[in-house]
């Protein structure tokens, strides 16, 4: 494997968002907003819908009744989510989303007090096409072995590591900074990321993705191998993917790199003897030499020496540095 694509938010993080902040706009409350958002997230299953619908509840604010919501509800992959509110359509998601549909979001840049590790946190618009009725800014945090998984890669011979997220910029980088990985996309769209795997696949050969949402589904299908995070990850990651990691622990990557290479060179030596010991026999029995018993000791030899060799698979992988 010569190259590996993380996904960010659920993948390289928890994904398990919190709600740090609750700004409105003028004309707003922060209440108002929060409702707005939950009612249009009570139908998404993203990290980002969790964290809005635990807010709504700390703050003692009624969630919408879904069946009326669940009609009218659309994803907007890798943007946000949709629903009818009240008679009006509310958008929740990213600055991306509310340029696409056309609301005016200039405001939000004054609306956002700098904060001093602001860029470490992801903002989630709320608002309709007429314009953002506020903000709500969400923290994730670093899975603390990422560090540790990235790094064995690369001493594994892992020659280039990228993460591919639909988050904003800086918070991105923060993340690629504190993993250790150099090459951050950010702002993508499923498609984008596929397209980057697709590129990836061409300049490096074997290429791993890992990633956990649906919106990964593609890049994990094309890729190489397809590594899906397994019980925090969607359903349709999981299904896609080549292997799926239950225990959530990142450091199984380069594991499975091991044991992966481990296994080919097992396989090379196992077919090698065998031939080898298969060929030295036919010699023997050609040039007359072979007795009944040299025969079965050649057949169960081999036989047996290709277990015992494959056996040693079942030792416990020494983790890489
Ligand atoms: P990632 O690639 O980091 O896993 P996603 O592609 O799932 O992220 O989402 C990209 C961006 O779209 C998120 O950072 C978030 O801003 C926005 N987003 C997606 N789904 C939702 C949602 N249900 N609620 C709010 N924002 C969302
Ligand atoms: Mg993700």
């Given at each position: 494997m010569h190259a590996v694509a993380f996904d960010k938010t659920g993948t390289l993080t928890r994904g398990k968002l919190r709600v740090t902040r609750v700004v409105a706009a003028e004309g707003f409350d922060e209440a108002e907003v929060v409702?707005?958002?939950?009612?249009?997230?009570?139908?998404?299953?993203?990290?980002?819908?969790?964290?809005?619908?635990?807010?709504?509840?700390?703050?003692?604010?009624?969630?919408a009744a879904r069946g009326t919501l669940a009609r009218t509800f659309t994803v907007l992959e890798g943007r946000g989510v949709s629903a009818e509110v009240e008679g009006r359509r509310v958008y929740v998601g990213n600055s991306r989303l509310f340029?696409?549909?056309?609301?005016p979001s200039g405001a939000t840049g004054t609306m956002m007090p700098p904060g001093e590790d602001e860029g470490s946190r992801t903002i989630t618009?709320?608002?309709?096409?007429?314009?953002?009725?506020?903000?709500?800014?969400?923290?994730?945090?670093?899975?603390?072995?990422?560090?540790?998984?990235?790094?064995?890669?690369?001493s594994l011979g892992v020659r280039h590591a990228v993460?591919?997220?639909?988050d904003r910029d800086d918070v991105a980088r923060a993340a690629g900074e504190s993993v250790g990985i150099e090459e951050v996309l950010s702002g993508l769209l499923p498609d984008d990321k596929l397209r980057k795997v697709e590129a990836l696949v061409a300049s490096y050969g074997t290429v791993a993705m890992v990633g956990d949402g649906v919106n990964d589904a593609p890049a994990l299908a094309l890729a190489s191998v397809g590594i899906a995070m397994g019980a925090?990850?969607?359903?349709?990651?999981?299904?896609?993917?080549?292997?799926?990691?239950?225990?959530?622990?990142l450091r199984k990557v380069p594991e499975a790199v091991v044991l992966g290479r481990r296994m080919v060179s097992v396989i090379r030596q196992n077919v090698v003897a065998s031939l080898a010991i298969k060929a030295g026999f036919l010699v023997a029995a050609v040039s007359g030499y072979a007795?009944?018993?040299?025969?079965?000791?050649?057949?169960?030899g081999t036989t047996?020496?290709?277990?015992g060799n494959g056996m040693r698979l079942l030792k416990k992988t020494e983790r890489p540095v």
């Open positions: 409702r707005m958002a939950g009612a249009v997230e009570a139908g998404s299953a993203h990290p980002a819908a969790e964290a809005v619908r635990h807010e709504a509840r700390r703050r003692g604010i009624a969630q340029e696409e549909i056309g609301s618009l709320v608002g309709t096409e007429q314009g953002i009725a506020g903000f709500l800014e969400m923290e994730d945090e670093v899975r603390p072995e990422a560090r540790e998984a990235v790094h064995s890669l690369a993460m591919l997220t639909g925090a990850g969607s359903p349709a990651a999981i299904e896609t993917a080549d292997v799926a990691l239950m225990a959530e622990d007795t009944l018993w040299m025969a079965v000791a050649a057949d169960m047996l020496l290709v277990i």
